[in-house]
């Protein structure tokens, strides 16, 4: 199957088989998605917490025992896994040093002065944005590629996946002690497989026009 086939069969699992379990080596591949994703100015300003087991799907649920909830909460508990992305608040000095750090061990910087050239650079980046006063908000959209970079990966593995924004962000933040780390949850995406109730698996993928929204110049 290539590229355009995928996205074109793709869609978000509306019921998860509960019997079926993403392989070890899979799960390899889809975690490897997530530390890779590319972000602005490789700020990685993330936290991705994983649940694949039933103690893991309980402590997420906690984020869903409002009613209007109760659909994506049946997700979580049948999925394989589940992933809460979450963004950090801001960057602050300690993490701007890690993330620097491992890029000097990862042998990124060819001399001293193009380390320091890096760390300027970032922190411009960082204050533009503390300046215009929307720096969680960049910050978030960092974690949205990563999101999309999960999506995808996990079609082309024939691994169904819902990503979800219907939680109570604070209940979650609360559970899974996210205040602590400086961080907040964003999206839950659920993967696995479908089961023969996932409505959604026969309906026709439907989509804006080629022409409504790409724009050739």
């Known amino acids: ?40 100015v490789n700020s990685q300003p993330w936290r991705f917490v994983i649940a694949q087991s039933d103690a893991g799907r309980a402590r997420v649920l906690k984020g869903m025992t409002a ?48 380390k320091a050239a890096q760390e300027q650079g970032r922190g411009f980046f960082v204050n533009v944005h503390r300046e215009k006063g929307d720096e969680a908000e960049w910050l978030a959209r960092q974690v949205y590629i990563a999101l999309g970079s999960l999506l995808l990966g996990a079609a082309t593995l024939g691994i169904d996946a819902c990503p ?31 089961a023969q109730d996932d409505f959604n698996a026969t309906l026709p993928k439907s989509r804006l026009p080629e022409a409504s929204v790409l724009v050739e110049i």
């Open 164 to 194: 979800m924004e219907g939680f109570d962000a604070e209940a979650l933040d609360r559970e899974l002690g996210l205040n602590e780390t400086g961080h907040t949850a964003l999206a839950v995406v659920a993967l696995g497989y479908r």
């Open 67 to 114: 009613p209007y909830f109760a659909g994506n909460a049946a997700k979580v508990k049948n999925a394989s896994h589940t992933v809460v992305l979450c963004a950090r608040k801001n960057l602050d000095a300690a993490r701007l040093n890690a993330v620097l750090e491992a890029e000097d061990q990862a042998g990124r910087f060819a001399s001293p002065d193009a």
């Open 1 to 40: 199957m290539n590229l355009s086939e995928i996205v074109r069969a793709r869609h978000s699992c509306k019921a998860f088989d509960a019997t079926r379990r993403i392989s070890a080596a899979d799960w390899e591949h889809l975690k490897a998605l997530l530390i890779n994703a590319p972000s602005s």
